[in-house]
């Protein structure tokens, strides 16, 4: 059941990320434009290859000990790509500054909300 | 104004970091701590799968004794082990009231097949094949709840 559950936690994450860089690329110049979907795909290429050890892990096929400064690298970095547009658009003084907080705000929220249920499988997992 | 925005997302990564790196440290730790546990569980077991008679119930008492200090812990990560120490114990009370006769081909046929399933489980959990562990875990349960069957 737990690989439902991280399936549909990635989904979720990867819609509503995607769904907020999009909004947020129309809204800006170039090459901030650019920037950010290039953002987009290291954000979802993070977002895949941590699911990806995930689902190792609980498999069986690794350790939690293996991937676990990796993965924490992974999640760290995670957490903070979504903030480039916002220090983008501070730094190129747009407009509307409010709008880019909030999308950036929702983006973080989204990466982090499942982040505690999904190391309570990983404790129960490894006996922790 | 702007600046003071951008300090709700940016507390939010900077917490959920503090959180990633603190909660993964622990489990970490957690995780090596059992590991050693099994590890050692696994080298009793691989000598037990050699001994007969008097030696095996002595034996597969302490690991009994060990997986239950540890059950807690185990029931989430090696459930086998856990179910596999509970039969142990059923089937040394059993030796209670109906000793074993000694150099009998059919109790010989026991040891030996108990060892070669604790042998295969050893060795498939050495290189992680969990399916085939687990496999030969149930395989030698129903070998020794079949066993005490047949006894009782």
Do not use: C
Not at chain 1, 6 to 33: H, N, Q, R, W
Not at chain 1, 46 to 66: F, P, Q, Y
Not at chain 2, 22 to 36: E, G, M, N
Not at chain 2, 113 to 122: D, F, I, K
């Amino acid at each position: 059941m737990e690989f439902e559950y991280l399936f549909i936690f990635d989904t979720l994450i990867a819609l509503v990320t995607s769904y907020s860089y999009t909004v947020l690329a129309e809204k800006m110049p170039e090459p901030g434009a650019t920037i950010t979907l290039l953002m987009l795909i290291v954000f979802l290429f993070l977002l895949i290859e941590g699911a990806r050890e995930l689902g190792n892990v609980m498999a069986g096929k690794s350790t939690l000990v293996n991937i676990a400064p990796g993965l924490s690298v992974k999640w760290i970095i995670g957490a903070f790509i979504p903030l480039f547009p916002v220090f983008y658009a501070l730094g190129s003084n747009l407009s509307d500054i409010y709008f880019f907080t909030t999308r950036a705000l929702i983006a973080v929220l989204a990466w982090v909300m499942p982040v505690p249920y999904i190391m309570k499988i990983i404790k129960d997992r490894q006996g922790g | 104004m702007n600046e003071l925005i951008i300090a709700v997302p940016l507390s939010v990564a900077i917490a959920f970091s503090i959180y990633v790196y603190f909660s993964l440290k622990r489990i970490v730790k957690q995780t090596t701590a059992l590991s050693t546990t099994v590890a050692l569980l696994l080298e009793k077991l691989q000598r037990l799968a050699t001994l007969t008679y008097y030696d095996w119930s002595r034996e597969s008492q302490e690991i009994s004794k060990t997986i239950e200090s540890h059950k807690e812990e185990l029931l989430n990560r090696n459930p086998e082990i856990v179910s596999f120490s509970s039969i142990l114990r059923y089937y040394n009370d059993s030796l209670g009231w109906a000793p074993e006769p000694v150099n009998e081909p059919e109790t010989n046929i026991f040891y030996k097949t108990v060892g070669q399933h604790l042998e295969e489980y050893v060795s498939a959990m050495r290189r992680a094949d969990r399916t085939r562990a687990t496999d030969e875990m149930t395989k030698l349960q129903a070998f020794i709840s079949a066993e005490l069957l047949r006894k009782s």
